[in-house]
């Protein structure tokens, strides 16, 4: 399991961003949401994140840049997702599914994502 931490850009936006192997979904907090296109759920989604569980009633389009790579993925609305080993409150945690929809790896060793496998245009079949 892998993660690294670093600033992406929604809407113009800074928001601190957990990218983390070991969560399958992605999840954002309700001021971030507030810069995106949302939709209510019919039956709240419960998640247990960071040893307590979350209940999200909203699901957000989220678009961002990434390293000045554009990404738009599926993402779960909590009122919290908690703070990084420095205490630096998360506002978006990256998961895996979306990792892999955009070529996106982890270097854990050198703290860095690895974005050489981004897909510059998609070939569907």
Request: aromatic share 6%.
């Given at each position: 399991?892998?993660r690294?931490?670093?600033?992406?850009?929604?809407?113009?936006?800074?928001?601190?961003?957990l990218f983390?192997?070991g969560a399958?979904?992605?999840y954002?907090?309700?001021s971030?949401?507030s810069l995106?296109?949302?939709?209510k759920v019919?039956?709240?989604?419960r998640?247990?994140i960071g040893g307590q569980?979350?209940e999200s009633?909203?699901?957000a389009?989220?678009?961002a840049?990434?390293?000045?790579?554009?990404?738009?993925t599926h993402?779960?609305?909590?009122?919290?997702?908690g703070?990084?080993?420095d205490g630096?409150?998360?506002?978006?945690?990256f998961?895996a599914?979306?990792m892999?929809?955009?070529?996106?790896?982890l270097?854990p060793?050198?703290?860095?994502?690895?974005l050489?496998?981004?897909p510059?245009?998609?070939v569907?079949f």
């Open positions: 399991m892998g690294i931490r670093q600033m992406i850009n929604v809407n113009g936006r800074k928001c601190w961003t983390d192997t399958r979904n992605t954002l907090i309700q971030v949401s995106l296109t949302t939709s019919k039956k709240p989604f998640t247990a569980i979350k009633t909203q699901t389009l989220l678009e840049e990434i390293e000045g790579r554009r990404i738009s993402a779960m609305v909590i009122d919290e997702i703070n990084d080993e630096n409150p998360i506002e978006i945690l998961g599914l979306a892999q929809q955009w070529g996106i790896r270097i060793e050198q703290e860095k994502l690895d050489s496998h981004y510059e245009e998609f569907e």
